[in-house]
């Protein structure tokens, strides 16, 4: 059965304190995984999608990385504005339209 | 560009009352989604669109109806709402052409509480 599996469930760290969100994933055939980021309140906003093993992905003080059974969102010298809930999702190579999703993992920065 | 916007934002029901929630987008896009999002769980796809005027189902459609007779517009129905269908509900939409990315746009949600 296809299955995404996101750790911790939900992550505290100080202001400046660097750590990656785990994203394990079982999938027949990788067609795309992807990184969204949910604010309280608000539908999911997309960050990045990867391919295939050993892709990287960055955008400012986010970098995901995928190997072929889990992908990393590694979070370099978070700020508050960072905290937010980080949602993963894959689409199998036997679909065209749906993705399968994972709980989610609540980073909470203090200042 | 408005995205993807969703009516109402906010609903009461009591058990048993029916309603239908409204999904918009502006980007031309072909395929849309409706999802349903719980403590704890990921977003479970309720019922999908690749077209329009055709739709399928997804992961839990059991309670819920869907039209899509514009491209533009893609709505949820309840026909006999139930305490268990208490949730925010997120429609999407995604272009159908190959992109780099390939992402989903997400509306904002509508919070409906089932008494």
């Known amino acids: 059965e296809d299955q995404v599996t996101q750790s911790p469930e939900a992550l505290r760290l100080q202001e400046g304190e660097s750590s990656s969100l785990n994203c394990s994933y079982t999938?027949?055939?990788?067609?795309?995984l992807f990184w969204y980021r949910q604010d309280p309140g608000k539908g999911p906003e997309f960050l990045f999608t990867?391919?295939?093993?050993?892709e990287e992905k960055e955008k400012e003080r986010l970098k995901a990385t995928l190997t072929k059974k889990e992908s990393f969102l590694h979070i370099t010298a978070p700020k508050p504005e960072d905290s937010a809930t980080y949602l993963c999702?894959?689409?199998?190579?036997?679909?065209?339209?749906?993705?399968?999703w994972g709980a989610g993992t609540k980073l909470i920065i203090k200042p | 560009n408005a995205g993807v916007t969703q009516t109402p934002k906010f609903r009461v029901l009591k058990t048993g009352q029916s309603m239908t929630l409204l999904c918009a987008q502006d980007?031309?896009?072909?395929?849309m989604y409706w999802y349903r999002q719980d403590p704890g769980m990921g977003l479970r796809l309720i019922h999908y669109?690749?077209?329009?005027?055709?739709?399928a189902k997804g992961e839990v459609p059991d309670g819920y109806n869907v039209s899509r007779l514009k491209k533009q517009n893609f709505l949820l129905g309840l026909e006999s709402a139930a305490p268990s269908q208490t949730s925010v509900y997120f429609c999407?939409?995604?272009?159908?052409?190959?992109?780099?990315?390939?992402?989903?746009?997400f509306g904002p949600g509508t919070r409906l509480t089932v008494l």
């Open positions: 999702a894959v689409q199998a190579s036997k679909s065209n339209y749906q993705l399968i």
């Open positions: 999938v027949s055939g990788l067609r795309g």
């Open positions: 990867l391919y295939s093993a050993g």
């Open positions: 980007m031309n896009h072909e395929y």
């Open positions: 669109s690749v077209g329009e005027g055709t739709t």
């Open positions: 999407a939409s995604r272009t159908s052409r190959l992109a780099e990315y390939n992402e989903q746009f």
